[in-house]
């Protein structure tokens, strides 16, 4: 054990169920905003041209908006 008395392996346990945690709540966060964005049609068993493009879009505009905001706050 370290100096402070906690185990190192139980810290990166602790920090890797953070990152998951975090991937998680992204995920749930992207699927709420591009569904209510995208999903104007029925709930069938597939979905539109149109609604396949619009999620598709909408997730990789996220996607790279969640990159920015994170090396944002990463400079100095």
Do not use: Y
């Amino acid at each position: 054990m370290d100096a402070s008395g906690i185990n190192p392996r139980l810290l990166a346990l602790i920090e890797e169920e953070k990152r998951k945690v975090m991937a998680n709540e992204i995920i749930a966060k992207l699927t709420d905003t591009c569904w209510d964005k995208c999903i104007t049609g029925s709930i069938g068993s597939s979905f539109s041209n149109s609604e396949v493009s619009c999620l598709s879009n909408c997730a990789v505009r996220f996607a790279e908006l969640k990159m920015h905001i994170m090396q944002r706050f990463q400079k100095p």
